[in-house]
Nanobody
Framework: AVQLVESGGGSVQAGGSLKLSCVPSIPILTSCRMAWYRQSPGKERELVSNIKRDGTTNYLDSVKGRFTISRDIREKVLYLEMNGLKTEDTAKYYC????????????WGQGTQVTVSS
């Protein structure tokens, strides 16, 4: 499994911004996909965004236009820029890495809390 270290969470007011970072223990392109998930108490963990080796991205509908996933391959950092935060975005955010084959997110970070207040 890949070791993933997350940072950047915190408390902000609605409309504010945060930028999360994830540092994997291996080169980013070793993973076929890397992703950000989130989970709130009493809710299922959901995929927020992911990025493939070729740079193709995917976003949860509710965050499209507000969140941006990106990576710095050389510096080995995955980011999630979060703008126009809403109270519904409050959750613990997790970084994940997927093996190329067999596919599957088999590596997870410890999570970083994001709290958005009105």
């Amino acid at each position: 499994a890949v070791q993933l270290v997350e940072s950047g969470g915190g408390s902000v007011q609605a409309g504010g911004s945060l930028k999360l970072s994830c540092v994997p223990s291996i080169p980013i392109l070793t993973s076929c996909r890397m992703a950000w998930y989130r989970q709130s108490p009493g809710k299922e963990r959901e995929l927020v965004s992911n990025i493939k080796r070729d740079g193709t991205t995917n976003y949860l509908d509710s965050v499209k236009g507000r969140f941006t996933i990106s990576r710095d391959i050389r510096e080995k950092v995955l980011y999630l820029e979060m703008n126009g935060l809403k109270t519904e975005d409050t959750a613990k955010y997790y970084c994940a890495a997927e093996s190329c084959w067999p596919p599957g997110y088999n590596s997870w970070g410890q999570g970083t809390q994001v709290t958005v207040s009105s």
